[in-house]
């Protein structure tokens, strides 16, 4: 759950912290006085896309953190472990933006891609917004509503782990089973090259050494003639050789030294030079005696190095990259020639990835079928009490042909009610009006997030369009959710308010001409003082604070 939310810099909001326990927290406050700004800087911590514009006018950056408790939340401690980011018992996450346009993200004090943080934003938080009830509309939306309230996350990972793999082999065998006169003519093709290349015969390595050699061969003169010359003044020359003169410089110095110790240090360095030109020399001599000036083996190699470079322009490769161009054809040519074992072996794997996708076709069908008919019975119910008296609310399962299977299941889902006694039901966009459709919204969006695993529920005005008994149902559900979640609710309505173990107001300051907002915890007299507001307006009597107490006494004598 929520600990404390931390936003600075935020729009209208200079600084605030609003700190938040276990159950029901209604946030209330005239309109514009910055409620669902709130919420914003939530869905920022939790991974939203920032912008630029959020940032408070004359300040370079905006700031929201957010500390949670995870105590219970085993899949988020060990989503946490696995990624080297946990914190003891708690959750800390942190959002900057700034004026430059960069947006930085940290959890537990470390940095994180902003995908990261979204990851584990799905672990704490659900936000259902005022408009949420306008996505029910849609056949994605209602399937996945289905699937949170009959908990098919390991079903649907294993049924989209089988689809995809069929999905592949399916593809795979189409594409094999599809012999063109295009893939006739490529296999002569591959035929012709892979002969061609297999009687060249191109080694790795190969081209750098026959360079290397043919730099050699082609210079050879040039070579011995000017290592004959160097070892002539390093060590040949009787009159003048370097090793020679060397030799009678270390000669009268030895001498020298004798007399004054300090010539130790050059005396053993010019001996030591002495060692390196007679090992030097000695190389020399060596490689004069390796040198085979070949003119047959030179143009061998020319010849070799030509053809080389022909066989490349040809397949339009590197010379260096013939001999892996010659594995490679090698192999397409194995996969074409083979292409009717294995096409039936592909047909084999096809079939019993299909028959694997039926099996697990009919084990989700069952649990959706299952699920829909309790998720029906308990919107129907709560229709009730929500001033569609009579009001029916169905989930129907279409099955789909193998053709038309896809990555969420094998069969279509729709929800549809019949808004009053008699009617038959329809789908939602034909037969629900606006006012019904956010009421069977709100329905669903308790009764499936009562299923859910995240740890906290953020309605952001969900209830606008419902009043009086209505809106005392709503806020009774809502409560009644709170003793297993935390529940943050925005709300206008009093009756939603007064049932919340807890209240803060939000409101709307000036500071030197400038807007910012303030947050009160409220307590009992206050709360009766808000609702009295939320009651009668600007104009609070005696009257609407009788009826402010009388509905929180009624909450707290229910409880």
Not at 229 to 234: F, R, T, V
Not at 306 to 321: C, G, I, M, N, W
Request: aromatic share 4%; glycine share 8%; hydrophobic share 40%.
């Amino acid at each position: 759950m929520i600990r404390e939310l931390l936003v600075r810099d935020l729009a209208i909001i200079t600084e605030l912290v609003l700190p938040l326990e276990a159950g029901m927290t209604a946030l209330t406050g005239e309109t514009g006085a910055g409620k669902s700004i709130l919420v914003d800087a939530l869905g920022l911590v939790l991974g939203d896309r920032g912008d630029v514009s959020l940032i408070r006018h004359g300040q370079e950056r905006a700031e929201v953190s957010a500390i949670f408790e995870i105590g219970a939340n085993k899949a988020l401690s060990v989503w946490l472990q696995g990624r080297d980011l946990e914190q003891d018992e708690e959750c800390v996450l942190r959002r900057i933006l700034s004026r430059e346009g960069r947006s930085r993200a940290y959890i537990n004090g470390r940095p994180v891609p902003i995908q990261t943080l979204r990851e584990v934003g799905r672990h704490l938080v659900d936000i259902y917004g005022q408009h949420a009830h306008q996505s029910l509309l849609q056949p994605g939306v209602q399937r996945s509503l289905l699937d949170a309230y009959g908990a098919h996350t390991s079903l649907l990972d294993e049924w989209g782990q089988a689809y995809r793999h069929w999905r592949r082999l399916s593809q795979a065998l189409e594409n094999l089973s599809q012999t063109t006169g295009e893939q006739v003519a490529r296999l002569e093709l591959l035929r012709y090259q892979v002969e061609e290349l297999e009687a060249f015969r191109a080694e790795p390595g190969e081209l750098v050494r026959l360079e290397q050699e043919q730099q050699q061969l082609a210079h050879g003169a040039e070579l011995v003639q000017g290592v004959e010359l160097a070892l002539d003044l390093l060590y040949q020359n009787e009159q003048g050789a370097v090793y020679a003169l060397l030799g009678k410089v270390n000669r009268q110095l030895a001498q020298l030294r004798a007399i004054d110790p300090k010539l130790n240090p050059p005396v053993e360095l010019l001996e030591g030079a002495a060692i390196q030109i007679d090992e030097a020399a000695g190389g020399l001599r060596h490689y004069l005696d390796s040198m085979d000036v070949d003119p047959e083996r030179l143009g061998w190699i020319e010849e070799r190095l030509s053809s080389f470079y022909d066989l490349a322009r040809k397949h339009r490769v590197a010379p260096a990259e013939l001999p892996t161009l010659a594995e490679h054809l090698a192999s397409e040519l194995e996969q074409m020639e083979n292409i009717d074992n294995r096409l039936g072996e592909l047909q084999e794997e096809c079939t019993a990835a299909l028959q694997a996708c039926q099996a697990l076709a009919a084990d989700l069908s069952k649990a959706r079928a299952s699920a829909a008919i309790k998720l029906a019975q308990g919107v129907t119910e709560v229709m009730q009490s929500l001033a569609m008296p009579g009001g029916c609310f169905k989930v129907i399962l279409a099955s789909l042909k193998e053709q038309e299977f896809s990555a969420h299941g094998a069969e279509q889902i729709q929800f549809q009610v019949s808004a009053n006694p008699g009617q038959p039901p329809g789908s939602l966009s034909k037969v629900a009006s606006g006012g019904e459709l956010s009421r069977i919204g709100l329905a669903i969006q308790v009764l499936t997030s009562q299923w859910g695993r995240v740890p906290t529920l953020v309605f952001d005005e969900v209830d606008v369009g419902i009043g009086g008994a209505v809106a005392e149902t709503v806020g009774a559900r809502l409560r009644e959710l709170a003793k297993h979640r935390q529940v943050l609710c925005v709300t206008h309505l009093p009756q939603v308010a007064a049932q919340a173990h807890a209240q803060i107001r939000i409101s709307k300051s000036y500071q030197k001409k400038t807007a910012t907002v303030e947050l009160t915890c409220l307590d009992k007299e206050d709360r009766v003082e808000e609702i009295a507001r939320m009651l009668g307006g600007r104009e609070i009597t005696e009257r609407s604070r009788a009826h402010a107490r009388e509905m929180l006494e009624t909450v707290r004598q229910i409880k």
